[in-house]
């Protein structure tokens, strides 16, 4: 087959049309990307509307946007250019997609639209039970343990999780990562049809029996025709009978309580049931043997009511000088002052030590003096949950004690020594930040990616010169990207003076301590810069067109702000015209007309002037007519047209 110059544009489209998806094949402009939506834009707001850009009408007509928001719809309707489930899906778009987490769809209604997302995020749980042998334990050879089974509608996978029972003693969370799970007969996996009540699952060797399921499954199952059934009670697990027995343990006296196995009560475990991570907290402070001041160390002391015993933890403030040290004592009992007990080393002599002989909790109150390791610790206040406590036993304690507590040293703040002149500031400043491997300054990477190379020239002078440095003149180059200033010397012959760098590139600061910016540096700025005084006089054709882009930062290089000037003086200026008649229409020199201006009563700076002058003279021949200043100061059609 062969194709000539001659074959049409609408027999050429036809055929490409009928051609396969192919990499390398194109259909037509609109249905190549089906992620593209400029088609069904124009058929919906018209093709006058298609031409308007979205960027400014972002800005300018708002409610433009709002209007193509409603009338879009992630699947619009049927059609030929939209409905193109083979179009083409670029390396790029789906490279795009697929960092952000992303799935792009070609557009298309909403019926046809696949499961995983008229099913997204819908999840079908499920109350199971599974039973398993207990060969280790004789009194409870068999044990039901309760989970629940989530079946994502999406692709029918399953995952098993068992809730958290505190001090179960198993191992618990999820059983059974998400998957598709096969049957065991191999005919499939499971679906959402396999769920009812009473059905039995058997998943890897374990039969689950589905018990009852949430709201949102039950009518899910119903819209697809499953019955699921009356739910069945969860039954008696050794779970729920351990919640229940630590909410009736308090009620049974001491003597005559048992374990769910039928066992007795030891002291020991059943204060672990009743009070098991229950601590009461109390603030205390020891006072130390210095001279001629004590210092009052403040610490905290947490009983612990599982087994009575303290632990107490010194607190730090920041810069107090003290040593760090993990607690100021570990968990123990603490024997009271005047006695002289053995220390108990087993379990057997605790219980033979009278308890009289240790600290309780109603030994400890707001007030109370304790004695550990020879150190006298006052208690002065205690948390909430403390508090609570002792009210329920019918011994509510006082208020908080006043205690002035000692400070934290001030810290005092140290200034840097000034600079020495020896490298940069900067540099400088990073050995004074106190690390020993102080590292490069930061700098701004933002303003030296947008600055990149942009450089402002200026020509300076020696402010008050001697004779011989009457001559010199110096380059000087403002550097935007990083504020940075460089001069160089002009070589002028026989002068005596070698030209070339005078000062390196760096960062200067004005005689009074603020850092040089560009801002600065306009015609007739004095700079004083390593006890040289410089003052500006020229600068280049680019620097000018710079300030002048950007009068935010130089204001004497704003237009507008010259013209305020002008207008506040105009009827003077207009005697001026009236006195200078045809002369304000011939060609004057800029310090001539700087002399009407100053006779006018209008002082402008060396930038004002400069700037006003190229506003007035766009040819650049150091001479204008003085009447085109009020084509800046005034709207008159009379002066636009002169």
């Known amino acids: 087959m062969s194709f000539n110059g001659s074959m049409s544009l609408s027999s ?3 055929s490409v049309q009928d051609l396969p ?20 834009l124009s058929d919906t707001l018209g093709s006058e509307s298609m031409q308007r850009s979205v960027s400014a009408d972002f800005i300018n007509d708002p409610e433009y946007i709002r209007s193509i928001k409603s009338s879009l719809n992630p699947y619009p309707r049927e059609t030929p250019n939209f409905n193109d489930i083979s179009g083409r899906y670029s390396l790029c778009s789906r490279q795009r997609d697929s960092r952000s987490n992303r799935k792009a769809l070609p557009y298309s209604d909403i019926s046809n639209a696949p499961a995983f997302v008229t099913n997204k995020d819908q999840i079908c749980n499920f109350t199971a039970i599974f039973t398993e042998d207990v060969p280790e334990n004789l009194e409870e050879p068999k044990r039901v343990r309760v989970v629940d089974i989530a079946v994502y509608v999406t692709d029918n996978s399953m995952e098993i999780r068992e809730p958290f029972v505190h001090n179960s003693g ?17 005919s499939g996996h499971y679906t959402l049809k396999d769920f009812h009540a009473g059905a039995i699952l058997d998943i890897y060797s374990r039969e689950y029996t589905i018990l009852s399921c949430n709201d949102f499954t039950n009518r899910l199952l119903a819209s697809i025709g499953v019955d699921f059934g009356q739910h069945l009670p969860t039954p008696d697990t050794t779970d729920i009978r351990l919640m229940k ?6 009620n049974i006296s001491s003597n005559e309580s048992f374990s769910s196995t039928g066992r007795p009560f030891t002291a020991l475990s059943k204060s672990f049931y009743e009070h098991d991570k229950m601590v009461l907290r109390f603030f205390g402070y020891w006072e130390g043997k210095e001279v001629p001041k004590p210092i009052k160390y403040s610490v905290r002391i947490h009983y612990y009511l599982v087994d009575d015993t303290i632990e107490i933890i010194s607190e730090y403030s920041r810069n107090d000088g003290r040593d760090r040290t993990p607690k100021f004592l570990r968990k123990m009992r603490i024997l009271k002052p005047n006695n002289s007990t053995p220390i108990v080393t087993t379990s057997a002599q605790a219980e033979s030590v009278d308890s009289s002989n240790y600290y309780h909790f109603t030994d400890l109150y707001i007030g109370a003096v304790i004695n550990v390791v020879g150190n006298e610790i006052l208690i002065y206040d205690a948390d909430k949950f403390t508090r609570n406590y002792y009210e329920q036993h019918h011994f509510p304690l006082s208020e908080r004690i006043p205690v002035q507590l000692e400070e934290a040293p001030k810290k005092y703040s140290v200034s840097p020594p000034p600079y020495n002149g020896f490298g940069s500031e900067e540099d400088s400043l990073q050995t004074c930040s106190g690390s020993l491997m102080p590292k490069a300054p930061k700098k701004d990477g933002l303003k030296a990616k947008l600055y990149a190379q942009q450089i402002l020239r200026f020509r300076m002078k020696f402010r008050t010169p001697k004779p011989v440095d009457a001559a010199r003149e110096f380059n000087l180059k403002v550097f935007l990207e990083d504020d940075t200033i460089q001069i160089n010397e002009v ?3 026989n002068s005596g003076f070698g030209a070339g760098k005078f000062l390196s590139r760096s960062r200067q600061k004005h005689k009074d301590g603020r850092r040089i910016v560009p801002g600065d540096i306009v015609l007739g700025t004095v700079l004083f810069i390593q006890s040289y005084e410089f003052i500006v006089v020229d600068a280049d054709e680019y620097s000018l067109k710079y300030m002048e882009q950007n009068p935010e930062i130089w204001k004497e290089s704003s237009l507008e702000h010259i013209a305020m000037k002008l207008r506040a003086r105009e009827d003077q200026l207009r005697d001026t015209l009236v006195k200078l008649k045809d002369r304000a229409l011939e060609d004057a020199p800029y310090d001539e007309i700087n002399d009407l201006l100053i006779e ?16 007035i003279d766009k040819q650049r021949k150091g001479r204008a007519k003085f009447f085109r200043i009020f084509r800046i100061i005034s709207e008159d059609d009379m002066f636009q047209s002169w």
């Open 12 to 14: 050429s489209m036809k």
């Open 21 to 40: 998806n192919l990499p390398g094949i194109r259909r037509s402009a609109l249905s190549s990307n089906p992620k593209l939506f400029k088609d069904y």
């Open 170 to 186: 198993l191992v618990q969370g999820k059983l059974l990562r998400r998957h598709n799970v096969q049957k065991p007969d191999g």
């Open 245 to 250: 027995l630590r909410r009736s343990t308090p």
């Open 491 to 493: 070589p002028v012959r």
């Open 600 to 615: 006018a009563g209008i002082v402008l700076t060396t930038q004002e002037s400069l700037t006003l002058m190229r506003a």
